[in-house]
């Protein structure tokens, strides 16, 4: 059976989702119990790592040797990453926190998210392009 060209990136979309949807929550309900302080550092550690791993898939859709399809890309970063980290939980994490009236945890939080995110992105990119590039010229010297 084959699947219509036009359904497969949204196939890859949502197999992707599902792992990646439970991997959040699985993540989260592991990590709950070790912060009780009230901050939301589980949400935090899935966007971080989130971030590190959309940075390292990314550069593998526009590699010269080794590439990835673009139905696994999809499926990876739209898909997988694209429900592991969400933006909505990361707001109502900040809104609650504002309404608890913790406006340094807040802004730390903030912080955080924004520059370990940005961090971790440009890690996982840099460790990929890294890998790239001995992949492709394995006698180049470091």
């Known amino acids: 059976m084959t699947i219509h060209p036009v359904l497969r990136p949204a196939l890859a979309v949502a197999l992707g989702a599902i792992p990646g949807a439970l991997s959040r929550f699985l993540v989260e309900a592991y990590l709950e119990p070790l912060f009780p302080s009230g901050l939301p550092v589980p949400t935090?550690?899935?966007?971080?790592?989130?971030?590190?791993?959309?940075?390292?898939?990314?550069?593998?859709?526009?590699?010269?040797?080794?590439?990835?399809?673009?139905?696994?890309?999809?499926?990876?970063?739209t898909g997988f990453l694209g429900s592991y980290t969400t933006f909505s939980s990361y707001e109502l994490d900040q809104t609650q926190l504002v309404a608890a009236r913790n406006f340094s945890g807040e802004m730390l939080y903030w912080l955080g998210s924004t520059g370990l995110g940005l961090g971790a992105l440009q890690l996982g990119t840099g460790l990929t392009l890294w890998c790239l590039d001995r992949w492709e010229n394995p006698n180049a010297t470091p």
């Not at 989130?50 to 990876?76: K, V």
């Open 44 to 77: 935090l550690i899935v966007n971080v790592t989130g971030c590190f791993l959309m940075g390292a898939i990314a550069p593998l859709g526009f590699a010269r040797t080794f590439t990835l399809h673009p139905d696994l890309r999809l499926l990876l970063t």
